[in-house]
């Protein structure tokens, strides 16, 4: 059986280049993860993790990953989360609490796209492409 990643890669922090995922379990993945090889359409053995909490398997090389649209308090959970792995400030905390609950009410966002404008926002942090 094979599913695939369904996140972004968030930086920890700013020492390290740890990083974690948004797992469609809804937690974030950094170091309970498995080795495993998958099937892709790169080589037949490809290399990668799985998430040992629920079992899924992350495919980094198709790039086909389904997103994840959870309720308000689900993501409200995960934002938390999120902000407490990369040491948010508690100040910071709330406008990025804000800035989550501003862009979800849009409806057309996913999960991870949410977590990644919001904390740009809050930041002042640029997409460069």
């Not at 990643?5 to 700013?14: E, R």
């Not at 948004?22 to 099937?39: A, P, Q, S, W």
């Not at 053995?45 to 198709?62: A, K």
């Amino acid at each position: 059986m094979i599913t695939y990643k369904i996140g972004i890669t968030f930086k920890k922090g700013c020492e390290g280049d740890d990083s974690i995922f948004v797992c469609e379990c809804g937690r974030l993945v950094r170091d309970d993860t498995f080795k495993v090889y998958i099937n892709t359409s790169i080589n037949p053995s490809t290399r990668t993790i799985g998430h040992s909490n629920c079992g899924l398997i992350f495919n980094f090389v198709d790039g086909s990953w389904p997103k994840k649209y959870s309720t308000k308090k689900e993501l409200k959970i995960l934002a938390v989360a999120f902000a407490e792995n990369n040491k948010i400030h508690s100040e910071q905390i709330g406008r990025f609490l804000l800035e989550v609950d501003r862009l979800k009410s849009h409806g057309k966002f996913s999960d991870e796209q949410i977590l990644v404008y919001a904390y740009q926002s809050v930041f002042g942090f640029r997409d460069l492409r």
